[in-house]
């Protein structure tokens, strides 16, 4: 079943979850303490996220009203 034709699926690499949620590359790679972080771990923190672009666009449309006041 590894036919992309039959349906096969590619997980996200961690590198390509930090670039949809518009983090800097690596973003998540190390910790506070400058560990590594498990892939796993990295998934669930880029998981738990709100993407950048998302939280701009929405900033920028309650400043605009803001504004209109």
């Not at 303490?33 to 920028?60: F, T, V």
């Amino acid at each position: 079943m590894d036919d992309p034709a039959g349906g096969c699926v590619r997980f996200l690499t961690e590198l390509e979850s930090e670039r949809l949620m518009g983090l800097p590359e690596g973003w998540t790679k190390y910790g506070a303490e400058g560990e590594e972080i498990s892939p796993a771990q990295r998934y669930k923190a880029l998981g738990n996220a709100i993407a950048l672009p998302c939280a701009d666009y929405i900033m920028a449309g309650i400043k605009e009203v803001m504004e209109e006041d």
